[in-house]
């Protein structure tokens, strides 16, 4: 079993800071590309940031050079570091994470976070 646990969400003003974490556990052989993504209430939900297993990034054009996707490799964890934040960021924001389980690491899948509150107040 796998799971993923986000931390960091909550209330900032417009033009403040907010740092998210996840963090995957269990029997995990390797993973792949983790990324966040957001939902915001009526919304579809978006892709925010990915990153591959060897740094490779992909943002959103709407938080290029605000938002930075990082990952520590040996603590299976990724971040989320958003800055110049904006009323329009506010969402639940999702970690997932492609994860390779399995003596050989075979059995691949997609996992997703229970989402953590980012409100953003102008």
């Known amino acids: 079993q796998v799971q993923l646990v986000e931390s960091g969400g909550g209330l900032v003003q417009a033009g403040g800071s907010l740092r998210l974490s996840c963090a995957a556990s269990?029997?995990?052989?390797?993973?792949?590309?983790m990324g966040w993504y957001r939902q915001a209430p009526g919304k579809q939900r978006e892709l925010v940031a990915t990153?591959?297993?060897?740094?490779?990034?992909n943002y959103a054009d709407s938080v290029k050079g605000r938002f930075t996707i990082s990952r520590d490799n040996a603590k299976n964890t990724v971040y989320l570091q958003m800055n110049s934040l904006k009323p329009e960021d506010t969402a639940v924001y999702y970690c997932?994470?492609?994860?390779?389980?399995?003596?050989?690491?075979?059995?691949?899948?997609?996992?997703w976070g229970q989402g953590t509150q980012v409100t953003v107040s102008s």
């Open positions: 997932n994470a492609d994860i390779s389980r399995g003596t050989w690491g075979h059995i691949i899948s997609d996992y």
């Open positions: 269990g029997s995990i052989f390797s993973i792949n590309a």
């Open positions: 990153i591959t297993s060897g740094g490779t990034t």
